[in-house]
């Protein structure tokens, strides 16, 4: 069965501190990772995937096959950081079309 | 290049009753998957269609089925309405193929409240 968590359901923070939300996924196979992110009023949206390895708007995220984690983070948070964060995994592979999100993290990042 | 596109925006139905919500895919995009997304909860797969195939089902009775048409546009159906359906329904569009997983973009979504 395939599982994602994400513990807290509201974070804030200070605009200029770091900001870390906290994923944990369950999956017997090999798993890709993703973090979506929905701003207000705006349709969910891929933020990164683990597999490109990116940094997008600041953030990174690092899979950690041993502690099934893939935490998202980013060093100065800004306001417009501000938004819901969903945590997503899908297994690798063709036949793996399924995306199983956490129930996501509100994040709000005051001035 | 289109966006996802979803309709209608909302709609209230009463218990018991069948509802049908449309999704026109991103040009160039050949499959389509559906999630409902309850009330302080994340997106929960229902199914995903491949060039008019179903390609995969979640955790949801046949009560919910689909139809993807050869533009690649989708519908989800709904029958026998209950209080629980109450959700946002989400579309997402993507280039699939043997093998491979693309990137999935999602609809702005229908809000549907069965009474």
């Known amino acids: 069965a395939q599982r994602v968590t994400q513990p807290e359901k509201l974070l804030s923070v200070f605009k200029g501190a770091p900001v870390e939300l906290k994923c944990n996924y369950s999956?017997?196979?090999?798993?890709?990772l993703f973090w979506y992110v929905q701003y207000s009023r705006q349709r969910l949206q891929l933020l990164l995937r683990?597999?490109s390895r990116e940094s997008i708007k600041g953030f990174t995220a690092d899979l950690n096959k041993g502690e099934t984690s893939f935490h998202l983070k980013k060093p100065f948070a800004q306001e417009e950081d501000s938004a819901m964060y969903y945590c997503?995994?899908?297994?690798?592979?063709?036949?793996?079309?399924?995306?199983?999100f956490g129930k996501g993290t509100l994040l709000t990042v005051n001035p | 290049e289109t966006g996802v596109t979803q309709s209608p925006t909302h709609l209230i139905k009463t218990r018991g009753q069948q509802v049908t919500l449309r999704c026109s895919s991103q040009?160039?995009?050949?499959?389509v998957s559906w999630y409902q997304q309850a009330l302080g909860q994340g997106p929960q797969f229902i199914f995903q269609?491949?060039?008019?195939?179903?390609?995969g089902r979640g955790n949801f009775p046949p009560r919910f089925s689909g139809l993807q048409f050869p533009n690649y546009s989708s519908e989800l159906n709904v029958n026998a309405l209950e209080l629980d359906d109450s959700a946002l329904y989400l579309c997402?569009?993507?280039?699939?193929?043997?093998?491979?997983?693309?990137?999935?973009?999602f609809g702005p979504g229908t809000r549907l409240t069965v009474t």
């Open positions: 269609y491949y060039r008019e195939e179903e390609n």
């Open positions: 999956y017997s196979g090999s798993p890709e």
């Open positions: 040009s160039g995009h050949n499959t």
């Open positions: 683990h597999i």
């Open positions: 997402a569009s993507s280039l699939g193929g043997q093998g491979k997983n693309y990137e999935q973009y």
């Open positions: 997503a995994l899908r297994g690798l592979g063709g036949s793996n079309y399924k995306l199983t």
